[in-house]
């Protein structure tokens, strides 16, 4: 084939028609005018293939039903699959827009989530489970506030006894007096001991506390409870007799290899005495070893007793807005000092300091203190729901990085569609102009249009 650009674009497509052949005849007529002989025939092969497919064409107007399937295929099929395509691929463009917003959003919501919970548990999230486990060294701090904010109100139980014994007729019995908000004088007056001491009334001669290792690399296999010095003898007071070898140690009874001997299995329990002895030895275990405000149900009795007083102080307040009555007067005439030098604004004040510790002791930060403290598999499940936060905010931008990269593509394709749509509209234009003047020449130049859809392309 001569090197004519325009012939190797039209052989280049990817499709030749009748009409593709008749302009390449037309190029070799020029390139090929030298191999014409003197009865107007060209003796070039390429000249004849081409002459040769052009009558093969034109024979029984073959190229005419060709270019019409071609336009038809192409105005009811190929553009609209090309329009299709490009209108898929903004759609999808448009889905991935609206999904990054919502990811960025989510991935947001989960973070601020995060530094919210942190916050809240007073934690600053750069290692959770570290931060969890240091915040129960503060518990200690927190108890002496809460007993000095205890030892506050002294005013407020006396205010609160002095109520009861007037409003039920009774006397000053001291002893009558401690059975109300026990707790509460405990801890004003000794503060928060051991639930030994407030149980039996003397301070322990050793403290074996139970302690919860929390491991803050990596969640321990089961809680490790320190039971103290157990390497000394107890004595139940079971006694043993016969061939038996017993050591301090408890290595157990050597049967040996001679079973002539006798063994005597009679158990000699002396008295009650030495596990009462036992009992009260003097050293604090388990829950004993506890402080009050460490053991969940020392801590729960105090929390009643304020809930007590603060019911109290509500009802008093409630009582106070209409006591300016004659009736009101004469009934705390004969009442104790306490009660009449106490007016409205001074039980507003009392109320203030108790739901003050109230609030302080309930609050959600202490109650997750209280888990933590009390159970290592409840830090990790704190931390694991913390982390998850993190986690989720992680994936909501791997899933925004993946939806953008997506919709990069999805736009890559759509510019690489947009060229071949238009050549197509343009050849079948072309197509649409060849056929009409075909037809037009057979029928003595009259104009002819094809209509329909391909003019709305």
């Known amino acids: 084939m001569p090197a004519v650009d325009e012939i190797t674009q039209l052989v280049s497509g990817t499709y030749i028609n009748y009409f593709h052949c008749r302009r390449i005849v037309e190029l070799l007529k020029e390139t090929e005018a030298g191999t014409k002989n003197i009865f107007g025939y060209y003796s070039s092969t390429r000249m004849k293939d081409w002459q040769e497919i052009m009558k093969l064409y034109e024979k029984d107007n073959l190229y005419l039903a060709e270019a019409a399937d071609m336009l038809i295929r192409n105005v009811n099929y190929e553009v609209p699959a090309l329009k299709k395509q490009i209108t898929k691929c903004q759609q999808t463009q448009t889905e991935c827009e609206r999904k990054e917003r919502d990811y960025v959003v989510n991935g947001n919501e989960q973070r601020e989530q995060y530094h919210t919970l942190c916050k809240q548990y007073g934690i600053k999230g750069e290692k959770v489970k570290s931060e969890l486990i240091n915040l129960v060294k503060d518990l200690s701090s927190v108890y002496e506030d809460i007993v000095k904010k205890t030892q506050n109100i002294v005013n407020t139980c006396d205010f609160y006894q002095a109520f009861v014994q007037f409003s039920i007729g009774g006397t000053d019995d001291s002893e009558e007096n401690e059975k109300r908000l026990p707790l509460i004088q405990y801890l004003q007056e000794l503060g928060n001991t051991t639930v030994y001491q407030w149980r039996t009334g003397t301070a322990p001669s050793q403290v074996v506390e139970t302690l919860l290792l929390l491991d803050d690399e990596e969640e321990t296999k089961e809680d490790q409870i320190d039971w103290g010095d157990l390497g000394e003898e107890i004595d139940f007071g079971i006694s043993v007799e016969g061939n038996a070898d017993q050591t301090g140690h408890g290595d157990g009874i050597d049967f040996g290899e001679d079973t002539t001997d006798e063994i005597n299995f009679d158990v000699t329990v002396e008295s009650d005495e030495t596990f009462e002895a036992l009992k009260d030895d003097g050293i604090a275990r388990g829950t004993d070893s506890l402080s009050l405000l460490d053991n969940p149900a020392t801590r729960n009795s105090f929390i009643d007793e304020l809930l007590e007083l603060d019911g109290f102080l509500s009802q008093r307040l409630n009582e106070m807005k209409g006591e300016s009555d004659v009736l009101s007067v004469n009934q705390f005439q004969n009442a104790p000092t306490i009660l009449q030098l106490v007016d409205r604004e001074r039980v507003v004040g009392m109320r203030k300091e108790v739901k003050d510790i109230l609030n302080q002791l309930t609050s959600n930060k202490m109650k997750q203190l209280f888990q933590i403290k009390s159970s290592p598999k409840y830090v990790d499940k704190l931390t694991q729901s913390l982390k998850q936060k993190l986690d989720q905010a992680e994936k909501m931008i ?37 056929i009409e003047s075909e037809i037009s020449e057979r029928y003595k130049n009259r104009p002819v249009n094809l209509v329909g859809a391909i003019n709305k392309m």
């Not at 939806?403 to 649409?432: D, G, H, N, Y």
């Open 398 to 434: 791997a899933s925004q990085q993946a939806v953008k990269e997506r919709r990069f593509a999805s736009l890559e394709e759509q510019k690489s569609l947009e060229p071949k749509i238009s050549v197509l509209i343009m050849r079948t234009k072309q197509l649409q102009k060849q």
